[in-house]
């Protein structure tokens, strides 16, 4: 990322041992700044530096789950216009004071958490980690009434936190990843309030979707943002009618400029005017949105087409199942071999073939999973979102199979 954005100056808490590094990347030495140089009074002018909303306000480098991550180029005009949009669904007010506890590097956080808060001069309670206990010792002290996170936070409130202790929030958004509908279906019967889920991706500032107050779908990820344009094409670019699966395409000033140094992969992605977002969907005939999976973690076994999420969703459903992530893994027979990694429940002992018949109940047989591993913990990426690259690496040397 350095080299990629040809990087001059480096803020950080503390400064890094960066020597070595630059000197294999062939990279000029960058000037590291800490925060406490940055508190240091200077004698400067200040330079009048014209800007148009138009120009490139930030990078954000994807979080590379199927690849390289790629620098995606959003402009001021991008991410106000994204903030104004995504408030006119989800409505802030002054008197709101907000827990940011996402990772401020993303622009989930900026747009959701942070320029929101800051367009409508509401507080805004900044928490660098999510640690449960401290979470909720936030709430209370801070007086917290909104609150916005990935699943995983869902899933914690939903296990310790009390009705009395989350009555004064307000609402409940959940983005960065799938929210498995058992767990909403859960909460809400738990705190009788639904939590809001949303998408989006770093290109589009980042919020397509997202479920209004006024009438929640669980399982939806609600309908397009009221300045974002959407249509599902399949595999020609055919525009395809409700209840059809296809790739989801996104129009609006919400759309990046263009990823960073690469011209092609900026092609392939705004074509024809519409950014293709690689993400499988569906809507119903009130045009909210049903995500079914990212494309190119489609599973293709013996000609047929599987799409994990489904196959995750009903294991989720599954007594004792913390977290679920299924995968296709290489297969000389079938081409991809269908791959479950579970996360048992505190003090829960999974079989696999009670597991398995289960599933033989719910979906196809050729949609069960033909291996599983069980492990502690998925690897996430610091929005939540479970790297499914990563498993699959260690699915080919059972790296934590037991």
């Not at 009705?163 to 929030?169: S, Y």
């Not at 669980?218 to 699966?245: M, W």
């Amino acid at each position: 990322i350095i080299k990629d954005s040809h990087m001059k100056f480096l803020i950080t808490q503390v400064k890094l041992p960066l020597a070595d590094v630059l000197t294999e990347l062939n990279y000029p030495n960058i000037e590291q700044l800490t925060y406490e140089d940055m508190r240091q009074p200077v004698n400067h002018e200040l330079i009048n530096y014209r800007q148009k909303e138009e120009d490139n306000c930030t990078i954000i480098y994807t979080s590379g789950t199927t690849g390289k991550p790629k620098g995606a180029m959003l402009s001021h005009k991008n991410l106000v216009a994204n903030t104004i949009d995504f408030m006119a669904v989800v409505k802030m007010y002054p008197t709101d004071i907000n827990l940011c506890v996402l990772p401020m590097y993303h622009c989930f956080a900026w747009t959701v958490s942070v320029s929101g808060p800051l367009y409508t001069g509401s507080c805004v309670v900044v928490q660098s980690t999510y640690i449960f206990k401290d979470i909720m010792r936030v709430i209370k002290e801070q007086n917290i009434n909104t609150f916005v996170g990935v699943p995983t936070m869902m899933q914690l409130f939903y296990e310790k936190a009390t009705v009395e202790e989350l009555k004064e929030i307000r609402y409940f958004i959940s983005g960065g990843a799938p929210l498995p509908r058992t767990l909403a279906e859960n909460f809400y019967r738990k705190f009788s309030i639904p939590v809001q889920e949303g998408y989006g991706l770093s290109e589009a500032s980042p919020v397509v979707t997202v479920n209004p107050a006024s009438k929640i779908k669980i399982g939806s990820i609600g309908p397009a943002l009221p300045a974002v344009r959407i249509k599902i094409v399949d595999e020609n670019s055919n525009p395809l009618p409700p209840t059809k699966v296809g790739e989801l395409c996104v129009q609006g000033n919400n759309v990046m400029l263009g990823y960073l140094n690469l011209p092609e992969e900026t092609a392939h992605t705004l074509c024809d005017g519409w950014l293709h977002t690689g993400d499988m969907v569906y809507s119903d005939e009130e045009g909210y949105l049903y995500l079914v999976d990212r494309l190119k973690d489609m599973i293709i076994s013996s000609g047929e087409n599987i799409y994990p999420r489904e196959v995750e969703e009903v294991i989720y459903a599954y007594p004792g199942v913390e977290e679920a992530a299924v995968i296709g893994i290489p297969d000389k027979l079938r081409g991809e071999a269908v791959c479950a990694y579970l996360v048992p429940k505190a003090g829960v002992t999974l079989e696999k073939q009670a597991l398995r018949k289960y599933l033989l109940d719910h979906v196809a047989p050729y949609k069960v999973p033909r291996k599983f591993y069980f492990c502690t913990e998925l690897p996430k990426s610091g929005t939540g979102k479970i790297l499914k690259k990563v498993l699959r690496e260690q699915a080919t040397v059972n790296a934590i199979s037991r």
